[in-house]
């Protein structure tokens, strides 16, 4: 491969890995991270009306004057009221806990780095991996929140980083040790989130890849992933007491999993009906559904039974429309629209940047590491993931969590954040190859298969934005209204 060929992608390249190489590049940008947020912290003025945080405002309050909250109330988790809540009455300050958010997102984007770092091997990946997770303006903003996501994509990034650990273990002390601690890492999950619940399942996934690979590698490998799942699955179903968290006698609601599995939410796979012909479909199937089942005040029980009968109604009698249903879902959490909170918080800032500078902000640092992984990803490279257990697992938990955020459930742009940091990104600092870019550039074929892509890219992110401002304009301009009145 002739490097003079781009002499400016070479350049820019050997630059960057020079700085890579520098011992002090980490913990420059690692403090520059931190800066950053703590930064964003002191610009924030719009401390509720984000996310769903009046109901963790509320359980604070009720926490103050000794009343019991629960870890799980419902279905909205509380575990980061306690962990407020000791910041305020130990420091004498709530302002703490947002510092103390700041601290744990700069261990992610350590994790970020290291994981990188782990599979590709190249300082200068990991380099390009922790730039991308600094300025991507979703995840910056989350530590001036109290929401369980800063700690959700915390515990996802370690779980990755420990399981890397775990499979490069040179004796079975060490994996035991690294099992043991993984296992730590999901148990503290647990308490603040359940989103890596059924993580162990992912070591069942590879053992079972490795079977049908049929690789010719030691018995042990086999046997380790094997292993992990059977000493999860009984932990997680088994030893940890799930009750003691819940408050005593709720029934959670199926509401999450309904809207995303039924052709009621919104224009498809929203989190609630938004327009009154859904929920009159809704009320008129839930009124035949009483009178077959001779109801007449039915419980929470009951109306999960009929949620769950209209999903399955619907996946049996639409199959090809609920897998469009699945596919919009993922489509539109990767869209063109920007995370609600994102615009929020920085629109209201003390700085007072204005609408437009906000959604650019916000889209941009989100559209990059997108537009990048499409750029550096190439077959090569992830046939190389497929077999080796590093990659694999990077790519499981990418698997796993896209499920978990786009298609277990109803579909939001929040939602996306934890894939971005937890596995996107990460995959484009892997991916990351200057020779393959050198590639891109100078072969037709595969130069215009990359504008191909961006193309579709590009089409389906510009028929969102033709959708929010012309199609459904009276929905999205109230939602910009909201926001430019907002603080």
Known sequence: MK?????????????????????????????I??????????????????????????????????????LYTGNYPFGIVYVAYFFEYAFGSLAWF????????????????????????????AVISLLLATIYMDFALLPPVIYNQNFEIFFTAAALLVSIHLFNSKNLAQFFAWTLFLFVVLYVSLLLKATLQYYYFIFLFLFGFSVLRKWRRSGRLKFEYLLAFLVGFLIFNYLVPRNFFTKPGAELTNNHVFFGHTDYGGLGGEGTFLYEENELRYQKALDAYLI????????????????????????????????????RKVVYTYGSVPVRDTLTLLKTGKLNIGLILSVLLAQLTFALPILLFFLFIRWTKFRELLTNRQGQLLLFVFLYTLAATSIYGHYQERYRILVMVSAIIPLVGVFYDPHYLQKVFSNRSLLLTKLAVFSLIFLIWAYQIYDALWINSERYFKYIENVSSAG
């Not at 945080?53 to 926490?63: D, F, I, Q, T």
């Not at 290291?114 to 590709?120: A, F, V």
Request: charged residues 20%.
């Open 33 to 70: 991270g931190f800066l950053l947020r703590l930064l964003l912290f002191f610009n924030t003025t719009q401390f509720e009306d984000v996310s769903e945080v009046n109901a963790v405002w509320g359980a604070m309050e009720r926490l103050r004057t000794g009343e019991p909250v629960y």
């Open 292 to 327: 077959e089942n001779d109801i007449d005040e039915p419980t929470r029980k009951q109306l999960n039974a009929f949620r769950q009968a209209e999903m399955i109604k619907f996946i049996k009698q639409k199959p090809l429309s609920w897998i469009g249903l699945q596919i």
């Open 3 to 31: 490097s003079i060929e781009n002499p400016i992608l070479w350049r820019f390249h050997s630059r960057l890995k020079a700085v890579s190489e520098h011992p002090y590049t980490l913990y420059i940008l690692l403090s």
């Open 98 to 125: 947002f510092v103390f958010q700041c601290l744990v997102a700069t261990a992610t984007l350590y994790f970020v780095y290291m994981i990188t770092l782990k599979i590709s091997g190249s300082k200068t990946g």
